[in-house]
């Protein structure tokens, strides 16, 4: 089965009818500036921050209500995850921070026809 990404037991992708469409990948040098006075700032090292990645999409249904729900059981165990991508990479472990979802074109029955969402997963460094 053809996945763009896996988050423990969690499968993004087309085959799951959760693709998504963004990935966006931060992270953080570790520089700080300290203002001086009578000077430009100083620059400082502090130690590397954390990767984080905002992943977006837009799924169909309630299917993608499904998959929501799925993935908020995960971010209730409060646990580290493994993240490996398609192509087999490991990632490491990551904490799933918020899953955000806007429901749109809402039939009478309370399904949502489309359904955008954002998750958002920081690195997790403590292993």
């Known amino acids: 089965m053809r996945q763009q990404m896996a988050l423990g037991s969690f499968i993004f ?43 977006t999409g837009k799924s169909m249904y309630a299917t993608a209500m499904d998959r929501l729900d799925e993935l908020r059981a995960l971010q209730a165990l409060r646990i580290p995850l493994p993240l490996v ?21 809402i039939i009478d029955d ?7 969402w954002v998750i958002e997963l920081t690195e997790f460094a403590n292993a």
Request: aromatic share 8%.
């Open 13 to 55: 992708g087309l085959s799951r009818n959760f693709a998504y469409h963004s990935l966006v990948r931060t992270s953080d040098g570790g520089w700080k500036n300290i203002d001086i006075l009578t000077s430009k700032p100083k620059s400082s090292q502090v130690g590397q921050g954390l990767q984080g990645l905002t992943i």
């Open 110 to 116: 309370g399904t949502a026809m489309v359904v955008g």
């Open 85 to 105: 991508d398609g192509i087999g990479r490991n990632w490491g472990l990551w904490q799933i921070n918020k899953v955000s979802e806007t429901q749109t074109e």
